[in-house]
């Protein structure tokens, strides 16, 4: 569960690096695009180690087996509590859960419900507010958030990706014995903290310029 | 003082309970929690009410057999810095008026046997199963015959004196027992007598653990916020490192 989830992580970090790229200009960015996809015409990543368009469909499928084996983990655990916790307090007062700890498991349902949104949206292009199937990925991004709703399900969608993140980041280091001190507590909720920050901030930045008219054509 | 309790009253392990309303006039401050149970007891018997079951031994906060919750807390700690055993919490620690919830340990692992008693032994389970040292028996070798390094068995003292109570388990909203685990893997493993049984205590602890029925732990915090001797997270922490290292040793497979 730890490593799976560091994975996504790592994924989202790419992921919001790769999305940044929007600020460069339109050309950079579908570059980028297509070269994950393999769909230059030079080629694209890890060619010719790999057949053309290759890579995106392996990375696909390795996600997905890690998307599938975190969610597969989570509900053991979750199982694990129900039994174990027994019959419910008539009163409860917690003194250190953390908001982002006590939303790890309906987040993390909501997580992947607009996860699916997302993909019908961009991936599949099943849902197309504001661009048309056939667009380049810059116009479609564009296009997109040129409405306010997608704009505004895209900040639900990030403040829970980044609770998610918050208790994931800390959790998955603790399991994998990194809390050791008192200070490791502290530094590896710190970095948490930041982690989830710096996917908030980086991720919503094009959205929100778009959605302004802010340095994007 | 006057305060109003709900305690939960059960019967029986398979009676069905509920929360009982209790007026108590003329409560001390200088009262522990437990003497105010008995001052309840006390009326309830003159009033031929059965009284309130609920396990004590020592009173002073290191034989781990008091824990009830108590507003939701286990041993009542609430936002007190000080951490504390439902014995050495006193009713000064309570509004005059106050309406006070008393509730058993609520765990999978812990049945409740009456009211506010509950069956620990999955505990002795877990212990049972690897929280020990193989050494012959004889006379009693020399303090210094085996040198034990100052910071780990600073850390080996702290770990030891976890007394078993549960409230780690209690306050967990997983009902995890990890942290009462941890205590006793970190207590062995930083000592030299502990080596040569290490990675096949974690492995064989943590199995039993899991079969006690306790939940997994998802590094919530709860549990050393409640725990009355203050083992830290960073126990389960040395759990889990030694839980991998394990992985890669020959022992126990
Ligand atoms: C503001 C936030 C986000 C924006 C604007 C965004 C934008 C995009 C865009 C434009 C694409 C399509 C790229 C292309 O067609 O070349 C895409 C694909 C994708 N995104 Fe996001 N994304 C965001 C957040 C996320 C998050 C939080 C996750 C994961 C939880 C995620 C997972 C994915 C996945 C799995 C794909 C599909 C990859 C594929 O095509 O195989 N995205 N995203
Ligand atoms: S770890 Fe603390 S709370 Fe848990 S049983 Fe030991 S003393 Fe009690
Ligand atoms: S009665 Fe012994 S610890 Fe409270």
Same mark, same amino acid.
């Given at each position: 569960?730890?490593?799976?989830?560091?994975?996504?992580?790592?994924?989202?970090?790419?992921?919001?690096?790769?999305?940044?790229?929007?600020?460069?200009?339109?050309?950079?960015?579908?570059?980028?695009?297509?070269?994950?996809?393999?769909?230059?015409?030079?080629?694209?990543?890890?060619?010719?180690?790999?057949?053309?368009?290759?890579?995106?469909?392996?990375?696909?499928?390795?996600?997905?087996?890690?998307?599938?084996?975190?969610?597969?983990?989570?509900?053991?655990?979750?199982?694990?509590?129900?039994?174990?916790?027994?019959?419910?307090?008539?009163?409860?007062?917690?003194?250190?859960?953390?908001?982002?700890?006590?939303?790890?498991?309906?987040?993390?349902?909501?997580?992947?419900?607009?996860?699916?949104?997302?993909?019908?949206?961009?991936?599949?292009?099943?849902?197309?507010?504001?661009?048309?199937?056939?667009?380049?990925?810059? =116009?479609? +991004?564009?296009?997109?958030? !040129? #409405?306010?709703?997608?704009? /505004?399900?895209? %900040?639900?969608?990030? @403040?829970?990706?980044?609770?998610?993140?918050?208790?994931?980041?800390? =959790?998955? +280091?603790?399991?994998?014995? !990194? #809390?050791?001190?008192?200070? /490791?507590?502290? %530094?590896?909720?710190? @970095?948490?903290?930041?982690?989830?920050?710096?996917?908030?901030?980086?991720?919503?930045?094009?959205?929100?310029?778009?959605?302004?008219?802010?340095?994007?054509? | 003082?006057?305060?109003?309790?709900?305690?939960?009253?059960?019967?029986?392990?398979?009676?069905?309970?509920?929360?009982?309303?209790?007026?108590?006039?003329?409560?001390?401050?200088?009262?522990?929690?437990?003497?105010?149970?008995?001052?309840?007891?006390?009326?309830?018997?003159?009033?031929?009410?059965?009284?309130?079951?609920?396990?004590?031994?020592?009173?002073?906060?290191?034989?781990?057999?008091?824990?009830?919750?108590?507003?939701?807390?286990?041993?009542?700690?609430?936002?007190?810095?000080?951490?504390?055993?439902?014995?050495?919490?006193?009713?000064?620690?309570?509004?005059?008026?106050?309406?006070?919830?008393?509730?058993?340990?609520?765990?999978?692992?812990?049945?409740?046997?009456?009211?506010?008693?509950?069956?620990?032994?999955?505990?002795?389970?877990?212990?049972?199963?690897?929280?020990?040292?193989?050494?012959?028996?004889?006379?009693?070798?020399?303090?210094?015959?085996?040198?034990?390094?100052?910071?780990?068995?600073?850390?080996?003292?702290?770990?030891?004196?976890?007394?078993?109570?549960?409230?780690?388990?209690?306050?967990?909203?997983?009902?995890?027992?990890?942290?009462?685990?941890?205590?006793?893997?970190?207590?062995?493993?930083?000592?030299?007598?502990?080596?040569?049984?290490?990675?096949?205590?974690?492995?064989?602890?943590?199995?039993?653990?899991?079969?006690?029925?306790?939940?997994?732990?998802?590094?919530?915090?709860?549990?050393?916020?409640?725990?009355?001797?203050?083992?830290?997270?960073?126990?389960?922490?040395?759990?889990?490192?030694?839980?991998?290292?394990?992985?890669?040793?020959?022992?126990?497979?």
């Amino acid at each position: 569960m730890a490593i799976t989830g560091l994975i996504l992580i790592a994924f989202l970090v790419m992921h919001m690096f790769g999305n940044l790229k929007m600020f460069i200009g339109a050309e950079a960015y579908n570059h980028y695009a297509e070269w994950l996809k393999g769909a230059l015409e030079s080629g694209g990543i890890l060619e010719p180690l790999l057949p053309h368009g290759w890579f995106i469909w392996i990375f696909r499928a390795f996600m997905l087996a890690c998307l599938i084996l975190h969610i597969y983990c989570a509900a053991k655990v979750w199982a694990a509590s129900l039994r174990g916790r027994g019959s419910r307090y008539v009163s409860v007062t917690r003194r250190e859960q953390t908001v982002s700890a006590r939303l790890m498991r309906w987040g993390g349902i909501a997580l992947a419900l607009l996860l699916i949104f997302h993909i019908l949206m961009f991936t599949t292009k099943t849902i197309r507010p504001g661009f048309e199937a056939s667009d380049d990925p810059y =116009s479609m +991004f564009v296009g997109a958030f !040129g #409405n306010w709703w997608v704009l /505004a399900a895209y %900040i639900v969608f990030m @403040l829970v990706v980044c609770l998610h993140v918050r208790h994931g980041f800390w =959790s998955a +280091f603790t399991t994998l014995g !990194g #809390n050791v001190s008192p200070q /490791a507590r502290t %530094i590896l909720n710190a @970095l948490a903290y930041f982690v989830a920050a710096l996917i908030f901030v980086g991720f919503m930045l094009p959205p929100v310029a778009v959605f302004l008219n802010l340095g994007v054509n | 003082m006057r305060i109003k309790l709900r305690i939960w009253r059960q019967a029986g392990p398979d009676a069905p309970g509920a929360m009982q309303t209790y007026q108590l006039d003329n409560v001390s401050e200088k009262m522990s929690f437990l003497e105010m149970l008995d001052m309840l007891n006390e009326q309830l018997t003159a009033q031929d009410i059965e009284p309130v079951a609920f396990d004590h031994d020592c009173r002073e906060g290191i034989c781990g057999m008091c824990g009830v919750v108590i507003d939701g807390s286990a041993h009542g700690r609430y936002n007190s810095a000080v951490p504390t055993t439902t014995c050495q919490l006193h009713m000064r620690s309570f509004a005059d008026g106050a309406v006070i919830d008393v509730e058993p340990w609520r765990a999978g692992a812990f049945p409740v046997i009456k009211d506010l008693v509950v069956d620990r032994k999955a505990f002795d389970r877990v212990i049972q199963a690897g929280g020990y040292i193989s050494v012959n028996t004889g006379s009693a070798p020399d303090a210094h015959a085996t040198p034990a390094p100052k910071r780990q068995s600073e850390k080996a003292f702290d770990n030891a004196t976890c007394i078993g109570c549960g409230a780690c388990v209690a306050a967990c909203p997983n009902g995890s027992g990890m942290l009462f685990t941890s205590a006793k893997i970190t207590h062995l493993a930083m000592l030299p007598q502990g080596q040569p049984e290490r990675a096949l205590r974690v492995k064989a602890m943590v199995a039993a653990h899991d079969a006690a029925g306790f939940g997994g732990c998802t590094n919530i915090g709860e549990c050393a916020s409640v725990c009355p001797k203050q083992i830290p997270l960073a126990s389960i922490g040395q759990l889990n490192r030694d839980l991998i290292a394990s992985l890669f040793k020959g022992d126990g497979k």
